[in-house]
């Protein structure tokens, strides 16, 4: 489901920052670098060492498969561009996690992603992380621009209301493999491509973002119909409190 744009607030104090939004340790609770997956992928080991195992979930004949190379070692590919009821679908699914609804607090997550823009489809969404649906709690970032390739981060409160999203400025459709982040501080919610923000919305600190019984998934929100499919290859997932 598409959600209203709030403003992109843009400037060049954000567009030249290379490094964290926000000050202090950074806690890893989830991260996939598919380094020691089968193919095609089953099962993917949490190399945050918290435990998190992903499982590889397909309809239609649909799977996950190795990307060689990588962004760095391996990573994985979903099924090709596809319209109808018939298309392969296929994403990879991690059980909901206490540590993983960060309610009010700082986070960032996001992944390596690399797509032409053949791979794009504007018959649907193409979902890459996400917890969280859209009448619940969520967190996502997602590639619905199918004309430029330019990636969204989503993020909705309680029930799934006053939802945000941020469109990041520049698109990432060109084959190479590129860095997206989601970063969400006491005030702001932040879309960086290769760590560059580019594109920023104000978020209330009571704010609260807890998509408390909800999966984690990657690659598409389900294997079913109307899934949001995407098309690329992503790499080294992560999800962290900052």
Known sequence: MKVRSQPVRMGMAAVLLLGPLT?????QKLRYKFESVSDPVTTVVDDSGKGHTGTAQGGNGGAVVIETPGYDGQGVRFPPVCVGTTCA?????????????????????????????????????????????????QWKLQLDDAATGKPSCVVRT????????????????????????CQRTSTTLTILIDNVARGSAVLASTYDISPAGQPVAIGAKSAGSNNDQFHGAIDDVYFNLD
Do not use: M
């Not at 000050?23 to 806690?27: E, K, L, R």
């Not at 996690?97 to 193409?126: K, Q, Y």
């Open 158 to 181: 309680t029930g799934g209301t006053g939802a945000v999203i941020v469109k990041a400025s520049v698109g990432i459709a060109d084959g190479t493999w590129h860095k997206v982040t």
């Open 89 to 137: 679908r296929a994403f990879i699914s991690a059980a909901d996690a206490t540590s993983l609804n960060p309610g009010t607090a700082p986070f960032s997550f996001g992944a390596r992603v690399r797509v032409t823009l053949a791979e794009l489809s504007a018959d649907h969404g193409s979902n890459l992380v996400q917890k969280g649906l859209y009448n619940t709690p």
């Open 23 to 27: 000050a202090g340790a950074v806690s």
